[in-house]
């Protein structure tokens, strides 16, 4: 499995970004695929998760309504669109997949691969 994140960047307070995760290496639906973070001096955490075997998708409350999860499967790519984002979204992203699928959820350690990550900085 291979997973190349890219699209972070510095955006002022209430702008967006857009995050690209190109994947390969594996096939089928059988797969959970997500973006964690990473803010210094903290925890990685889930920020959002699509559940390709039955399409459900998940959202950390700190994002719903800001952030969409989508998928292009013709470029094997997966994005998330991030609006109206906040000083508090600075982070290191990372895209990660849980195949075959074990768990379904967007638990940072129920994914075993995982991206490098792209920075998000966010400014006041």
């Known amino acids: 499995v291979q997973l190349q994140a890219s699209g972070g960047g510095l955006v002022q307070a209430g702008g967006s970004l857009t995050l690209s995760c190109a994947k390969s290496g594996f096939s089928g639906h059988d797969y959970a695929i997500g973006w964690f973070r990473q803010a210094p001096g903290q925890e990685r955490e889930g920020v959002s998760c699509?559940?390709?075997?039955?399409?459900?998708?998940y959202y950390a409350d700190s994002v719903k309504g800001r952030f969409t999860i989508s998928k292009d499967s013709a470029k094997n790519t997966v994005y998330l669109q991030m609006n109206s984002l906040k000083p508090e979204d600075t982070g290191i992203y990372y895209c990660?997949?849980?195949?075959?699928?074990?768990?379904?959820?967007?638990?940072?350690?129920?994914?075993?691969?995982w991206g490098q990550g792209t920075l998000v900085t966010v400014s006041s």
């Open positions: 990660a997949v849980d195949w075959p699928l074990i768990a379904s959820n967007c638990r940072p350690s129920d994914f075993r691969s």
């Open positions: 699509f559940i390709d075997l039955d399409r459900s998708t």
